[in-house]
C-alpha cells in the first residue's frame, strides 16, 4: 500500500468520524433541556395521578343514581304529607286567631 493512498484514506475515515462526532452533537444538545422537560412531565403526570385517586376514592362514597332516585321519591312524599298537614293545620289556627280575639276583646271586662 502507498503512502499516498493510506494519507487519502485516513483522511477520509477521520473526516467521516468528524462529522458524526458533529451530527451527534447537534442532534443531542437538546437532550438536557428534553431530560428537564420530562422530569417536569413526570411530576405533573404523578400530580394527576394523585387527584385521579383522590376523585375515585370520593366517588365510591357518593350515591348511586338508583338510591338517588329513591332520596327524590322520599323526599317528594315528605312534601306532599307537609302540604296535607298544612291544609290540616289552617282551620286550627283560623279558630285561635279567632279565640285570641276574643280574649282580647272581653279581656277588659
Known sequence: ???QTFVIWSTAVLSVVAILGHL???FGSG???NSKA???HGEKLI???RR??????DL???PDAETTHRLEITLERMAGRLDTMDERLKPIAATNLRLQD???EHADK
Do not use: C, P, R, W
Not at 385521579?52 to 376514592?57: F, I, L, R
Open 47 to 49: 400530580d394527576l395521578d
Open 31 to 33: 437532550e438536557a433541556a
Open 52 to 57: 385521579v385517586q383522590k376523585v375515585e376514592n
Open 102 to 104: 276574643y280574649l282580647l
Open 60 to 62: 365510591t362514597h357518593m
Open 1 to 3: 500500500m502507498d503512502i
Open 24 to 26: 451527534k452533537t447537534f
Open 38 to 40: 420530562l422530569e417536569g
